[in-house]
């Protein structure tokens, strides 16, 4: 608003500006200044507090708990300005913190940007090392961003220190190198997705051809000859437990649609082959132990039906 004239076009907005902003710097704990510039760089300048007891008491606190209380200030500006100012295109809400604010010395300098630089470069090469292709479309898009931020130095370079060198990196074969491992990984994904779609074509077709034959068969079979033991008490078991195929039925179709439905949970599937990795003998033994539990539960019963 400083660069804008608010009564222009109302002569009374000018007024209420500046009662609203008097009215709202006598209710902050501290301000700031912040320059909001039209190349996307924010300028934090100017910490003031209200209070002189909350500053002192807060700045004795920082102290103990060795905490940058000027830094961590600043961040939390710049992330409440960007949150209403800034629209993600490249990433999401959880790679925010990749970019904090960085101190500048003097007007004219610069160093700055390059920590911003290299914290985005970090990002790109650690993401593109995960083995989610979600991970990999977000690294294209930070690198995206990345190359816009480079020539938005460049330009502020050449007008304020000219003497800044700053480093080079191979941006297009970094792109390249994530499209072809995001690529690979597709690849993988769709055969694993291809195999396990014709496992259960397979399974489909084993289970139809079973109970065709059976139908044939019972249909020429001598009515007056005995039923297998075993297929009596399997069928007098469904009987008498009727619910046990329709929950079997109703697990399977919830399990298949959890899939169409449900956002894969690649951090879930990464924190458990880390836990095995880790605590390879404890979790490997706990997993061992419910296993063979479970499945000597299901042979008692098994037992039970059978002699019955």
Not at 82 to 109: M, S, Y
Not at 186 to 191: A, I, P, S, T, V
Not at 286 to 296: F, N, P, T
Request: glycine share 4%; with cysteine.
């Amino acid at each position: 608003m400083r660069a804008l004239d608010p009564g222009a076009l109302n002569p009374g907005l000018k007024q209420q500006y500046l009662a609203l902003s008097q009215t709202l710097l006598s209710r902050c704990d501290m301000y700031m200044n912040v320059v909001l510039n039209r190349d996307g760089v924010v300028t934090l300048s100017h910490l003031t507090w209200g209070n002189s007891r909350l500053e002192r008491n807060t700045e004795e606190h920082a102290i103990e708990i060795g905490f940058d209380l000027e830094h961590g200030i600043a961040d939390q500006t710049y992330f409440f300005v960007r949150d209403l100012t800034h629209q993600h295109q490249h990433h999401g809400n959880d790679a925010d913190t990749i970019i904090t604010t960085q101190r500048q010395e003097k007007p004219d300098d610069l160093s700055w940007c390059l920590e911003i630089m290299y914290s985005l470069y970090f990002h790109i090469i650690t993401v593109k090392r995960k083995g989610n292709p979600t991970e990999h479309v977000r690294a294209l898009g930070i690198l995206a961003y990345l190359q816009s931020y480079k020539n938005i130095i460049k330009r502020r370079k050449d007008l304020v220190q000219p003497t800044l060198v700053l480093p080079e990196f191979d941006d297009a074969s970094s792109k390249e190198s994530i499209k072809a491992t995001k690529d690979y990984i597709d690849f993988k994904l769709n055969e694993q997705k291809r195999n396990s779609d014709n496992r259960k074509s397979f399974f489909l077709w084993v289970l139809a051809t079973i109970f065709t034959v059976v139908n044939f068969t019972v249909s020429f079979a001598d009515k007056a000859l005995p039923p297998n033991p075993t297929v009596a008490s399997v069928a007098n078991f469904l009987k008498t437990n009727a619910y046990v195929l329709p929950m079997m039925a109703i697990a399977a179709l919830i399990y298949l649609v959890s899939n169409l439905i449900s956002k894969p949970r690649y951090d879930f599937k990464r924190d458990v082959v880390r836990v095995s990795i880790a605590g390879r003998v404890p979790s490997v033994a706990i997993a061992l132990a419910l296993g063979v539990g479970m499945m000597a539960v299901c042979v008692y019963y098994v037992i039970r039906l059978l002699a019955d």
